[in-house]
């Protein structure tokens, strides 16, 4: 897969060179290196920090303030009982196998993964064919190769048998995944040593509130049970209206038993989630889709999927939406809104799918799901999930608390029904059924239509009805027409209550950041050494680089000029004084993806005008202080591209590089 | 207290009516409201995480864009060994007494303060004299009230005993506490039983990492831990340049055993934290000090406090940090950058001091603080720490895990020092000691200059000298001049190798959020139960209320017209088309701190004119569209003032209020 992922300028990518770059400008490491590091936990430094701000910057203004979202914050910490009931504890869980003798955790679809890959590569060099490079992690597939023990070639059967278990593995339960291992003699390729069977063990992270040993809570793995439980509230906020829509920017917790893949599989990461609540009964209409029925999407259907092809089609959404293959217009306009913002932030959009879930995919919840996927260097990537949840939590925390997490609907047109209904006389039925007097009233009101017309009957013909109450002794009461009076009354009928459902688009932030950085990484055509990060002027985590021809203390005046400027219009900016050519800075700092360079020379003392740089083209154009500034500041806003600044102000030619 | 703090127009603070507002217009709740709520634990509704968006981002401007520190965001689990290298594990705890019968957990010196309170309370009843309101917990207070059983009037030398002790129960230690629980029978006043000696409680969230159960893990009380640790990167990324500060904002957690008074002591926090690393020998001057010089800042210092005054004194900071008064430059430039933050973002200055840490009071690792208090209605609140942590947290790091964690500054005048060296032949030392060889030479060379002349006088009077090493067996070994030659030699000195000091400003966002919205409110003074929270343009929630004059589909055209010119400044706005009276519409968005209204009548439709009214005055003026628009935008940036506009603009009069 990874072979074939190219630069946006068509290069090769070259994934080591990558990385040494994000370590030498300090975009991320693993968290706690002086205490050896712990997997699956990263730490942001300052240019992915400031990437990460701008980006979430523009989500904010995409979706919370243009589509006029509740923005909510709700804890991470969470008792067990929500997740209990969500159904987290009991299906949010890896397999694993221990190893007795050392005490190891592998996980179990790895372990058998890792093995019999490692068996057919094995038959392969046996055979004599080419071996294909993988991109996991190097030392894991050392200790698996040095398992295999030398070429060792399959019978042709086992061999097939192997293809087949890989490509089906994610859909094997722990029960069959231990049987393979019985099966196939698989065993941990550290050690040689047998497994244990598969366990489930549950990936939430587990904490106590409090120091009594009595709340047991855990550290949420999304943020949308907050939402969820918070519904009531919103629903007051929107007076009771819907659709509408809650977001919620924060942390969620994966305890990953082998944390793999850099920063798109870790342990903490900051999600972006929408909960859009609407009637299930409008047909999941969208006031805005009209306005976006024409945008074309690449979309990836499951039944495409199911006959071999990778290839996405681009579809209009409107027309996808009529054919049903996209299941209705809420979930069409998030996907367009998606694709939106994608392009907002920078992302290749040659690089980016909507896939739609297999039916085994789904998660427990959700009736339908498309996944906004985008292509690195691991493969494509699942970015943003889009699923639709119907009725599943708010129905599942309302039955378990007694709360009511449903909607009213106002009746256009009320109608009246004719009901039976039956009255107790409080007043008598009190005395006479004690604490059991509220239970008799609850059976008496619950009893169906049918029963009560049936009672209605046997009561002006008896003077009497018995009626099963299960609390009771007995099981049964008995009353007669003093206690109790059946009628048939008439009723209006103005609203209707229902079970919201709920549309989630669910935005993983790190794996868009991570994609977003292999999107934007290319090398000058000149010189692969000069490696860029071409952020947009919007997102760079720095707009601008300023650059005094040489160490003088005569540009410092004008230095100090620009800086206040800038610092007016706050927009970030870097002064590079060290002693190296211009170019060198320039090539330096294009590593951190900063947009525009000024540079200050003789000239700017003489004549007030500065060379400004665009990054990319590196071509410079050259204005005044005023105009240069003006020109950056319209360009991070989106109000003017380079090519329309070019057209504006002379061109400048240097030797610079 | 409380019942001296007053709103910004002098009006008594109503904290049930404050509380009720909140409710009402979902700034937050207590967490899993359905099921029973969690103490300690807050979910923030729409506007306050609006206006908690609206803070941060000011922040960020305010301090990393403005003062250039390199942004971090740090993991909050954390290894378990961290915490115990930092002192954590040992001093971030509080005593608890427990109630063996109940169960009950209380925190010791609520214990003892509520119980002494309570009886002091029964004395003043007995004696007759009047008794002060609290704004305490108003259970806990019942509870304890109880468990005074009437009123008992107290010796007075009892009486004067327990008012020392609530006095100075901040001092007491575990086992103090335990002896004056025995001496004056304090008791759980929720059961009368005996209580268990206190013992101390880690206050960090325990988990684990893996599912191994080898990798205990907290998650982090401060964000700063994992700045210490990020300390030789940002130090790369600054070029080996000293001093530097790195910022992060992100959660922190406490797991307090009792959580009380609201947003001001919550288990689940953000923070927003900055580290500046400052060389201790340069007298951690600032840069940027002489431009802030002038500054007047409310100082209240430890022996104004030890004198038992507790007004501040307005003091320039160029003068405090000449006198002594505030340690250094850098202390003091915090100081104001801390000032002019809180008043950006609204806060009521005259509610606001900088109070010295008295020296009992400060946290293990400090060797100075000032605490930024905001006064609301629990009284004078920390809501920003600014501590000087000496070098003590990257000094222990480095101790605990050999890593540096130190700077190097290159010297102007490099200088020669004569030196004895003790050079071990390795090709003869290896054979001769096998695997103590390397401790052998590493005990040579930490030698003393002292020893060092001793052995080579020995070494060439003798041939041979004996050299402990604690590692080999009989703890030395004998070397003749084979095996190690002492000599003198000559070594040029250009660099000095130091730990940095740190100074900390840390910020409790949700204690000053909670501030903010006191200080913002107060009531109309024709009609007390018409609120306004008056946030100011920059970090309201929502700018602008747009409001048709009544129900009427020809003013659609023009709410489409506003709202597209507002979406696209990026303005945010809510549309209040509901069909009661515009005043009521006005009166009720004042509450959410909505600063301007935009009125759409009959004239507008005619005219294209439209009324914008100011929350706080109530005052309004007419214009297009376009300078309505306008107006707002600049307002929200700061380069307008109402009273701009008003004199720019048409006043407008109606009945409306």
Chains 1, 2 share one sequence.
């Not at 947009?595 to 083209?617: A, H, K, N, Q, W």
């Amino acid at each position: 897969m990874s072979s074939d992922y190219k630069t946006q300028k068509g290069q090769e990518f070259d994934r080591g060179a990558f990385e040494s770059l994000l370590r030498r400008k300090v975009f991320l490491w693993q968290s706690f290196e002086p205490y050896g590091s712990v997997k699956g936990l990263f730490d942001y430094g300052p240019p992915l920090e400031g990437l990460e701000s701008e980006v979430l910057s523009i989500w904010r203004d995409h979706f919370i303030r243009a589509e006029k979202m509740m923005a909510l914050k709700c804890s991470m910490l969470t008792p067990y009982e929500v997740f209990k009931v969500s159904g987290h504890v009991e299906r949010f869980a890896d397999f694993m196998c221990k190893d007795p003798k050392t005490g190891e955790i592998l996980r179990s679809d790895h372990l058998i993964g890792d093995v019999l890959e490692s068996r057919l590569k094995s038959d392969k060099e046996a055979r004599g064919e080419k071996i294909e490079e993988t991109e996991e992690d190097p030392k894991r597939k050392k200790k698996a190769a040095k398992a295999a023990k030398g070429a060792v070639k399959l019978d042709d059967k086992v061999r097939a048998e192997y293809e087949h278990i890989l490509a089906v593995l994610d859909d094997f339960t722990g029960d069959a995944m231990g049987e393979l291992i019985k099966k196939h003699d698989i065993r941990n390729p550290a050690s040689g040593n047998e497994v244990e069977p598969p366990v489930s063990v549950n990936l939430m992270f587990q904490t106590q509130i409090g120091a009594t040993g009595n709340n047991p809570a855990f550290l949420r793995p999304e943020t949308a049970q907050g939402q969820f439980l918070s519904f009531q509230k919103l629903l007051e906020f929107s007076d009771g209206q819907l659709p509408f829509a809650s977001a919620s920017i924060g942390y969620s917790f994966r305890n990953e038993l082998s944390p793999r893949s850099g920063l798109l599989r870790v342990r903490e990461f900051l999600m972006a989630e929408i909960e859009h609540f609407v009637d299930p009964e409008s047909g999941k209409k969208h006031p805005k889709f009209a306005s976006v029925a024409n945008v074309e999407l690449p979309l990836l259907s499951r039944q495409t999927q199911t006959s071999g092809v990778t290839k996405p089609e681009m579809v209009a959404i409107g027309k996808a939406v009529e054919s049903k293959l996209v299941d209705n217009e809420t979930l069409g306009y998030f996907l367009v809104r998606i694709y939106e913002f994608m392009k907002r932030i920078g992302i290749d959009l040659n690089k980016l799918r909507f896939r739609q879930h297999l039916e085994n995919e789904m998660a427990h919840y959700a009736s339908d799901c498309w996944d906004c996927e985008l292509l690195n260097s691991y493969g494509w990537t699942e970015c943003v999930g889009c699923a639709d949840r119907s009725a599943y939590d708010l129905s599942v925390h309302s039955k378990a608390t007694g709360q009511p997490l449903v909607a009213k609907e106002m009746l256009k047109e009320p109608y009246t029904v004719e009901e039976y209904v039956a009255v107790l006389d409080r007043k008598k039925a009190g005395p006479r059924f004690k604490k059991d007097a509220k239970a008799v009233e609850t059976a008496l009101e619950e009893l169906s239509q049918d029963i009560k017309e049936k009672l209605t009957l046997e009561m002006s013909e008896k003077g009497k009805v018995e009626v099963p109450v299960s609390s009771v002794e007995g099981g049964k009461v008995e009353l007669d027409k003093d206690l109790v009076t059946f009628e048939k009354q008439k009723r209006l009928v103005n609203s209707r209550e229902y079970t919201p459902n709920v549309i989630e688009p669910s935005f993983g932030i790190g794996r868009i950041l991570y994609s977003l950085m292999e999107h934007s990484y290319w090398t000058r055509a000149d010189d692969v050494a000069r490696s860029v990060l071409s952020f947009t002027p919007r997102v760079a985590p720095i707009k601008v680089l300023l650059v005094p021809l040489q160490r003088d203390t005569r540009f410092a005046p004008l230095i100090s000029a620009l800086e206040a400027r800038l610092d007016a219009k706050s927009i970030s900016y870097k002064v590079d004084q060290s002693g190296v050519s211009i170019g060198k800075r320039y090539s330096r700092n294009d590593e951190l993806g900063i947009p525009f360079g000024i540079t200050v020379d003789f000239e700017s003392i003489e004549d007030g005008t500065y060379t400004l740089r665009d990054r990319d083209s590196t071509k410079q154009v050259r204005s005044t202080e005023e105009e240069i500034v003006r020109a950056i500041s319209r360009m991070i806003k989106g109000k003017e591209s380079w090519a329309d600044v070019q057209k504006r102000l002379p061109a400048f030619e240097t030797k610079e590089e």
